[in-house]
T-cell receptor, first 112, second 112 residues
């Protein structure tokens, strides 16, 4: 399909790991991004991965990329209440001369 | 100071009124975007501009128009507002890796 797919909701307990999944569409996508939107705010870039990588780690965040299956995931270790937000994945298709294509966002709720 | 600013932040208007939302950026990026966000629908691209002389329709341009007054300014107009244009509107700039985008804080528009 043409859409970037994400599940809409995820609920985890504080201290557990969260895994947010995304399926993208273009096998030639160069960059894949994760954005975070906190309540009442705009989107902020959380992390990104270049298509020639299969993993990227940044403190509590781990991004995994499976190019064969066009699957991207974001793992948040030791999830905190401050991680409650909407998480969007986005792909930069082809040569990067077209706008990013965003998924619909996954709302992460962290239960204390 | 914020890199991407939007005015107004909140607006309530009536059906049939003309509304302009403004966006300014200090990042020096050529690319600018307007999105709307509705619950459960994620971000939908309205218009985008890759430089001052370039304007392109996005996924949902009907009922909207834009003006790129300068590299730093990109405004969105609703010629005759209708209630289903009630939404959160985001401006973004692009110019980083791939099409990495930087978002403004959003404008909440209510059309009665």
């Amino acid at each position: 399909g043409e859409d970037v797919e994400q599940s809409l909701f995820l609920s985890v307990r504080e201290g557990d790991s969260s895994v947010i999944n995304c399926t993208y569409t273009d096998s030639s996508s160069t960059y894949l991004y994760w954005y975070k939107q906190e309540p009442g705010a705009g989107l902020q870039l959380l992390t990104y991965i270049f298509s020639n990588m299969d993993m990227k780690q940044d403190q509590r965040l781990t991004v995994l990329l499976n190019k064969k299956d066009k699957h991207l995931s974001l793992r948040i270790a030791d999830t905190q209440t401050g991680d409650s937000a909407i998480y969007f994945c986005a792909e930069s298709r082809g040569s990067g001369n077209t706008p990013l294509v965003f998924g619909k966002g996954t709302r992460l709720s962290v239960i204390a | 100071d914020a890199d991407v600013t939007q005015t107004p932040r909140n607006r309530i208007t009536k059906t049939g009124k003309r509304i302009m939302l403004e966006c300014s950026q200090t990042k020096g990026h050529d690319r600018m975007y307007w999105y709307r966000q509705d619950p459960g629908l994620g971000l939908r691209l309205i218009y985008y501009s890759f430089d001052v002389k370039d304007i392109n329709k996005g996924e949902i341009s009907d009922g909207y128009s834009v003006s790129r007054q300068a590299q730093a300014k990109f405004s969105l107009s609703l010629e005759s507002a209708i209630p289903n244009q009630t939404a959160l509107y985001f401006c973004a700039t692009g110019g980083g890796l791939g099409d990495e985008q930087f978002f403004g804080p959003g404008t909440r528009l209510t059309v009665l």
